[in-house]
């Protein structure tokens, strides 16, 4: 399996942007998904993910700014990112998992995309 991330880019706060990463090699249709983040010099943490059969779950630091979706017949997994703060700022990794469960930590995902750079300006 192969993820691409894209979408980053820069944006003043308050503003939105939308992530998407698209798989490739096979359908991600059994496979829980999600996001994280890695702000500069700190660690990897989840930002929200979705289960095979749509089934969402959030960070609690997000104050329910984010949501996540998925397009199967697309293969690739959104990520809607509104009223953005400067706090945001991070590389944003989108990751897939074999199992139809959700876990919050890195170590729980089988695939990593790239990354993309989402920065906000204040």
């Known amino acids: 399996v192969q993820l691409q991330a894209s979408g980053g880019g820069l944006v003043q706060a308050g503003g939105s942007l939308r992530l998407s990463c698209a798989a490739s090699?096979?359908?991600?249709?059994?496979?829980?998904m999600a996001w994280f983040r890695q702000a500069p010099g700190k660690e990897r943490k989840f930002v929200a993910g979705i289960t095979w059969s749509g089934s969402s779950t959030y960070a609690d630091y997000l104050k329910g700014r984010f949501s996540i979706s998925r397009d199967s017949v697309m293969n690739t997994v959104y990520l809607q990112m509104n009223s953005l703060e400067p706090e945001d700022t991070a590389v944003y990794y989108c990751?897939?998992?074999?199992?139809?469960?959700?876990?919050?930590?890195?170590?729980?995902?089988?695939?990593w995309g790239q990354g993309t750079l989402v920065t906000v300006s204040s």
């Open positions: 090699g096979r359908t991600l249709s059994s496979y829980s």
């Open positions: 990751a897939a998992r074999k199992y139809t469960t959700l876990v919050v930590v890195v170590g729980g995902y089988d695939y």
